[in-house]
């Protein structure tokens, strides 16, 4: 298992001694992780007029103004303890009494924004958002349960060349490279066809191996010198000298390029949905690993699984951060959780039922809660599910170096059923691609009462 690539065991990166890891790589891409939190830290000292996230944007907490009195204490209450803040909620930053929520918006100078609570059980006033809910949208006919409605694929990462940077890269022997964002932009692409024909409008917040952002990790070595020398790196190194360096952590060169495909790209692709796609829903596509050890001779494991995550489940060092916080506030008003959390299910259920996978359990509860009822669901604080601004449903299925998985990724896309370590099965990308696109049909069927 590298440790790097082990967002699943958190508690497994190792911090080395005497360099600094400041962003370490994970296939679940979050902001701040708690083993991380020094790192953090130190980030936000960096920018402690701001204290921001990572290439984080000061927030307007004024646009919460519409949201004044459209959601019940009760509601509230619910949403910020079972769904968003389940590790507790730092120094008071977010009171709520009978009548109101004081949310800090400034710690240093001890300022708040508070939202208005509308009386009563139940708030029947129209929630401010962009994006409709399935019970919204107007009348559909059986046969296109989608239609009408607005489905932004992003097919997690971005492959081609730039997959050995991202670390989503591995090859056995002299069989073909798994990168990750290539086969996550191949079950896109088949899922966009499947979607259309339920009457879907299908959008792509990235339809080639290029990268969203215009930036490049040239764009970001200053910041990630001073991020290094801030983490007690005083003379970091410009160059990875050797892939397999236990120290390239702590190299200008790493730390550039993670900032440019994680953190720039994602925040790209957010102002992409944000600003111009306009989507009812996004559904997020990845293929899941465990640690593989060298790229170029991984460990190939029995193990295999499948887990869907939607926003939630913020850690107290996040909470802190005002544009974090800001974001929770705003997602939770906006009311996603409603409508993301019964089509996480339902696609769960469509997908496992599919690909026989069971559950992925967290090793520890100390980054995700569990939520939903089919049991692969979880709420987790990852820079796409809290930026995008409508539901997300953030896809994890198959351990791309399982024995099984690896097999179906090197047996292609073909018709039909082949058989593949002694099971027959269909190809590993119409299985993903027909499982989410009937949980999506069986959802948007039931919601619109079709
Ligand atoms: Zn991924």
């Known amino acids: 298992m590298t440790k790097a690539k082990s967002s699943f065991q958190p508690a497994a990166v190792a911090i080395p001694r005497h360099s600094s890891v400041v962003i370490a790589s994970s296939f679940v891409i979050r902001v701040s992780s708690l083993l991380l939190l020094w790192v953090a830290t130190s980030f936000a000292a960096l920018y402690a007029a701001d204290n921001l996230g990572i290439l984080g944007s000061k927030p ?7 949201y004044q009195r459209t959601i019940t204490h009760d509601e509230f209450a619910h949403l910020l303890n079972d769904v968003y803040c389940t590790h507790g909620i ?18 240093a100078a ?7 609570f509308v009386p009563g059980e139940n708030s029947k006033l129209q929630i401010p958002r962009l994006w409709r809910p399935a019970k919204s949208l107007p009348p559909a006919k059986t046969s296109k349960p989608l239609a009408g409605l607005r489905i932004a694929l992003d097919p997690g990462h971005l492959g081609g060349k730039w997959a050995k940077m991202e670390e989503r890269w591995f090859q056995v022997g002299d069989s073909k490279p798994v990168t990750e964002g290539d086969l996550t932009l191949r079950v896109s692409r088949m899922l966009a066809l499947r979607l259309r024909k339920l009457g879907a409008t299908v959008l792509f917040v990235r339809n080639n191996t290029d990268p969203v952002t215009p930036k490049r990790p040239s764009d970001f070595k200053e910041l990630a010198r001073r991020i290094l020398i801030q983490n007690g790196v005083p003379r970091p190194r410009d160059e990875v000298l050797n892939p397999k360096d236990p120290e390239k952590e702590g190299t200008i060169k790493f730390q550039s390029e993670i900032l440019f495909y994680r953190y720039s790209e994602i925040r790209r692709r957010a102002v992409l949905v944000n600003t111009k796609l306009h989507p009812d829903l996004v559904v997020c596509l990845h293929f899941n690993a465990e640690g593989w ?24 060092d996040e909470l802190a951060f005002d544009d974090e916080r800001f974001e929770l506030i705003r997602r939770l008003l906006s009311r996603a959780y409603d409508e993301e959390l019964p089509i996480a299910d339902t696609v769960a259920i469509s ?16 980054t995700t809660t569990k939520v939903g009822t089919s049991g692969y669901v979880y709420a987790r604080n990852l820079l796409a599910t809290r930026l995008y601004r409508c539901p997300v449903v953030y896809c994890e299925p198959y351990v791309m170096n399982s024995q099984d998985a690896f097999a179906r990724i090197q047996a292609g896309d073909y018709e039909g059923v082949k ?23 069986e959802y948007y069927s039931k919601a619109r009462g079709l």
Do not use: C
């Open 90 to 107: 730092p120094d008071d930053l977010i009171k709520i009494d009978n009548e109101s929520a004081q949310i800090v918006t400034d710690r």
């Open 110 to 116: 001890q300022k708040t924004f508070t939202l208005q």
């Open 419 to 441: 058989e593949i370590n002694g099971v027959q099965r269909k190809s590993i990308f119409r299985e993903y691609a027909d499982a989410v696109s009937d949980g999506l049909r």
């Open 293 to 316: 050890g060298d790229p170029a001779s991984p460990t190939l494991i029995d193990e295999n699984h499948l887990h869907l995550l939607v926003n939630g489940s913020y850690l107290q």
């Open 60 to 66: 307007k907490w004024n646009v919460l103004e519409k």
């Open 351 to 366: 997908m496992a039922k599919a690909t026989g996978l069971p559950p992925y359990q967290y090793p520890t509860t100390q």
